[in-house]
């Protein structure tokens, strides 16, 4: 009896004891909440240092021999060599991305005639000699594509940069009726060059890029450019396409059939390089044009008789331009990567670079496209290892047809355009990763400055062991910030330069462009930087960004940084037109009271995102990061530029105006300032209800969600 | 010793026991995941339940009884009285919700002039008496809101229902310069009556309920109308807004000042009872109208002289219209009300129904507005009594100047428009909650059919104890689905008869319209149901919607009933245009390819929503709610319609073609078919194109996210 007590006594002090167990092992020790999966994964800066230390130059070198091995015009035969070279890494079963494939495009494109080659001639028998600057038959001769074919003679005149303004004067003392104008790059489209001339009845344009423009102002001649210095050759020209619109022309915001294709050139246009520019030009007769028409060629440039002066060996001659070229639909590919999101897969972070070029391309867009090769092979492999997964969707896109007009990616945010609206986060454009090893560029939303400058921080200056990118970059570019003090300067994606164009202004996504330059801007540059480390320091810094914005459990925006150049923007339109509108009894208040409710919420969301638990709310942690990814689509209005083709973000669509302060506002009151008009200051008015609406709107997704 | 070897046995047997103990009940009793706070909360049946059995007639009798009162007008002092009742009731320490405030807006409005009454009259003296209808002072005299002032004078002419068709075939035999037309409402809509007669040389215009149009044909005397039945009494007016547009006239899109006010008749326009209308119109002189132009009066229906028979008392008597409208700027409040989410606060259902009525507004709106009461009174206790709080927020708004052209509702989705568009989950529409009392009538997107039927089938029908709201609708209206079987018909949100407009036609989302009405469409009809069982059967049924879409983890969306509709469209199209759309080589094919994808595309959703572990994964459930709340804004197109305002919504926009298929084709295609002119047969390629690209668009929101 005494064993059965004890017996029983000891199993109820193991029961109890065990209870005990049960109780502290389900309460005590299980408190922490158990979450499955990666909810919670955030950036792991081992992670980072791997991928940093594995970016690799001589990869990147060996991307960009194999990509310039032949010219790779969009649609060509290199075109399609690319596209392979690109299926064959990306679909590599250790080094590849999780799926890749193509998806092609019929679009509208514009090339020279083979077998009737375009001629400018001058007189009877002087050619100029535009296509001599590169001997391969593979390469394209210089042209413009989309001008029409066509067969335009006449006297010469000197237009300045082809604007309205430069037609407008130069008419003033020469009758442009049936001559041909030579115009220089830049200032205008290049297209707008011959819109601008037609109503004149300027008859043909000839485009030639002055030296004063691009090499430091300075004339120069082969001993100076080219191979021997970051200089444009004499003979060198730029190509180009010849379009007002991006995107395919026959199929503007879908796939439609019988449109008319509007803002082509109406007349025939050529491009040649500067050495028979200055020929040309050095030769014109007439009154000598203003100071700022004058370039670097060494003699005065005139506007022409029409024509050339007696003196010169041209005289009466006329210039003759014999264009063929011709418009066909062809097939165009982009060719699509993705990296599946382990916690988030329907949010997408947009990685894209073209992969078209007018001839070799080793810079444009070459060197990009190497770079984003590099950085898929270093994160694929992780993949692939089973070492890595990031927390949202990569999605890597190399656009066809971009110097055709951002025609690639174009397509690509048409066809999908509810689904990356919805769901993507960033997108990161690297078109040239180098055009020179001084220094860092970057470009983008104000909200993304700081994932840059964390990033570039963790990344060695080329040839520079002990100096950071930052530290680097902000030497030559930088800015003082009420809140941050001296920062590296980020510029703004106003125009449409290259394919974050259809990102930005169409969809409204959060996007940045990255490249290594040279200290000012260059337009065409054939250099390598030495040993590929430019190339290097750009595919760390990206890819740095892209890993940071697909793995940070709270996306690293930050509305405030917006705030402030909403308050810069603001500080400068008060201070360009608040006088002028006051007259006019067009209050600004309004637009004041938007961009301070900009502010308060902005500072109200950073207060919100102090105080959250991120690590225990799954929920709230998605909440926060869907205002903030969506924050640049509350700025887009459909109806806020009807002139302007697919412009619909109010913040950055692009402006002739060029002052750094709400685009549609400047242009409007440029516009209203210079006729006069009731109608026209009321479009003022109209301008500050739509940015009041944008700013007011995107305010209110950031304060309480309720 | 023995001692201590025991004690230690004890002990070592002890510690083993409890870290069996700890061990199971960390890892065997714990493997369920532990969720803080309720990520997996979803519909409570129970508390479906309770809110059914707490819904009271006689609240709903009593909120009725408050708010009609006076006449509320919108603007007007009765309207406030309203605004301040709303605002006691919501912000009620015991029934109200967690916040209400009223939102102003200052908006442009069109009123009689009480000093000077507009006027009709026939000869020198016979006036028509359009006024007799009330006498209340405080009632608003029958007028055409936005009729321009003036004085119009001419002979009387009978024009049908004012469409395009009515004025050209009445102007092949009647010169229509400088007559009076008078029309019957219907067939077009109001302002067009006016902009559709004045090219003609039309003067003025008159316009009447026909009881054709509105008594079940049948002429009808005092004897036979309301009070004795439902019909329209012989001096009974319609009033209303005679605009084309929605939202404020002068901020269309947004808060702009100095746009010119489109869409509003150019000459005067007065509504008249069907009293005068008859004496009028069976006095006329002319040739007979056609067998469709005929109506219910005792007569035949000439065209007019133009002017009266010789044998009548009229014979050359002119009519006249001497209206004294003036436009105004006013301030219009809407009420708002919100209960917050507990899970997804971010994540809205919104209910709403205007506030003000032409009149005392018993039926129109304060039938849905009593209905609100009662089911925030519901809701809103059992919040206060920390009882339930939804899983998403839900937001009610009592919407003001509705009948002036959905002022209030239009101007909250424009000043919230990024927000909404971001976060809506759905709109829950209740104007006029009870026409009669003999069944639910619910219209909407089809993805929403289902959680309708469910909450239908849990009311018992008014006055019919053991037959569900469910049963009895199916017996009044009712469809075969390839999918369901015989089910109720629900109906489409293609106009803008409510203030579900802004929510479907420009923001793209999820809505419907729920009523209780008469077996046939009625306009306008001034009875309560018996008891109020009707209101609270509306109550019941359209809060049960609004429970389930608030606290359902998964949201009750059914895309593959969305592409039975899409289905039936395509059908429709190909019937009606593919032939004769082959003559023209535009091929149907990218259509049909659509469709099809959007099919296989929600079923393949479905099987993801069947394969998942909603309990377990926060993430994944949020994802798929993203995909079934966003997918009307897929449907959106900015550009599909250039000429109808604010109408973005390529499925469901409003179409003059009258067919159950996709309105910009069957509207385009119809223009085609009648000028025949190329530029028009491109018109219907271009909608071929907008709707590949929105279906299309939308199956790839419905796929796998990556």
Redesign the interface.
């Known amino acids: 009896q005494e064993m059965i007590k004890k017996l029983l006594l ?1 199993f109820g ?2 029961a109890c ?11 005590a ?2 408190k922490t ?5 990666d ?1 919670f994964k955030d950036v792991d800066e081992n992670f980072i240092t791997a991928f940093l230390s594995e970016v690799d130059n001589i990869q990147i070198e060996h991307n960009l021999r194999e990509l310039t091995k032949v010219p790779h015009m969009a649609t060509t035969e290199g075109d399609e060599q690319t596209v392979q070279f690109m299926l064959k890494r990306w679909q590599d079963r250790e080094t590849g991305l999780d799926d890749a494939w193509r998806e092609e495009y019929s679009v509208y494109l514009s090339f020279p005639n083979t077998t009737n080659p375009n001629k400018v001639t001058v007189g009877q028998d002087k050619e100029v000699n535009y296509t001599a600057d590169q001997l391969d038959p593979n390469v394209v001769p210089p042209y413009a594509a989309y001008s029409p074919a066509g067969h335009a003679k006449g006297k010469l005149v000197y237009a300045n940069y082809g604007r309205p303004s430069d037609y407008m004067h130069l008419n003033e003392t020469v009758d442009l009726r049936g001559t041909i104008a030579i115009t220089r790059y830049g200032g205008a489209g290049r297209a707008a060059k011959a819109i601008n001339a037609e109503p004149y009845g300027v008859v043909g344009v000839l485009v030639y890029t002055d030296p004063y423009d691009i090499n430091d102002g300075l004339m120069s001649d082969l001993n100076e450019t080219y191979p021997h210095s970051w200089y444009l050759p004499p003979s060198g020209v730029e190509r180009g396409s010849f379009n007002t619109l991006y995107g395919d022309l026959l ?1 503007p ?7 008319d294709i509007p803002g082509l050139p109406p007349i025939p246009i050529q491009p040649i390089g500067f050495e028979d520019a200055s020929t040309l030009i050095c030769a014109l007769d007439g009154l000598p044009a203003p100071n700022d028409w004058q370039g670097s060629f060494k003699c005065k440039y005139n506007f022409g008789g029409p024509g050339f002066k007696n003196t010169s060996t041209f005289k009466d001659s006329d210039v003759k331009l014999d264009i063929y070229n011709y418009g066909t639909v062809k097939n165009s590919s982009n060719v699509m990567g ?1 990296i ?2 382990s ?4 949010r ?1 972070v947009i990685y894209g670079n073209h992969r078209d070029s007018w001839v070799h391309g080793a810079i444009d867009p070459s060197s990009g496209t190497s770079v984003m090769l590099e950085i898929t092979r270093v994160l694929g492999r992780m993949v692939k290892q089973g070492k890595w997964r990031p927390r949202r ?1 990569i ?1 890597f896109g190399s656009w066809g047809a971009e110097e055709f007009g951002l025609i690639g990616s174009a397509e690509y945010t ?6 990356l609206s ?2 993507t986060v960033a997108y990161i454009n690297v078109d040239i990763a180098v055009f020179a090893n001084a220094t860092l560029r970057a470009s983008g939303m104000p909200s993304i400055q700081n994932v840059i400058f964390t990033s570039a921080k963790q990344v060695s200056a080329p040839g520079l062991k002990s100096t950071s990118v930052y530290d680097n970059w902000i030497k030559y570019s930088n800015k003082s910030s009420p809140t941050h003090g001296v920062i590296p300067r980020i510029g703004y994606l106003t125009g449409a330069g290259s394919d974050y164009a259809p990102f930005v202004h169409y969809l409204g996504i959060t996007s940045m462009d990255i490249s290594y330059t040279y200290d000012r801007i260059i337009y065409t540059m054939f250099i390598f930087s030495v040993g590929f480390t430019s190339h290097q320091a750009i595919a760390r810094t990206a890819g740095n960004v892209l890993i940071r914005l697909a793995d940070s459990l709270l996306l690293p925006f930050s509305c405030s940084d917006y705030a402030e150049t909403l308050e810069d923007y603001l500080k400068e339109a008060v201070e360009q037109y608040e006088v002028e509108l006051k007259t006019k009894n067009i209050s600004m208040e ?1 637009l004041k009271h938007a961009v301070s409710s900009f502010r308060l919420a902005a500072s109200h969301l950073d207060e919100v995102i102090q105080s959250t638990d991120l690590k ?4 709230k942690v ?2 926060i990061n ?2 903030l990814m ?1 924050l640049d ?2 700025f887009l209005d ?2 806020a530029f009807p002139d302007k083709y697919a412009f619909r973000h109010v913040i950055w669509a692009s402006s002739s105006a060029g002052k750094p302060t709400f685009p549609g506002l400047a242009d409007a009151f440029a516009k209203a300032v210079s006729s006069g008009q009731t109608s026209d200051w ?1 479009k003022v ?2 301008h500050l ?2 940015l ?2 944008a700013i ?3 305010a ?2 950031l304060t309480n ?2």
Chains 1, 2 share one sequence.
């Open positions: 000891g002090c193991c004891v065990l209870t005990i167990g049960i109780l502290i092992g389900h309460f020790i299980s909440p158990f979450w499955p999966s909810v199929t915001y879908l796939a439609a059939k019988g449109i993705v599946r999101g916690v988030e897969p329907d997408y969707s999605i048409e066809q999908y355009f509810a689904k919805e769901r309004s225990n709310e799954p929920l998605r909440m869907d205002q969506l689509r509350a459909p109806l009321n008015h109209y209800s739509v009041n609406q007011e709107g995107a209110h997704t969600v309720i």
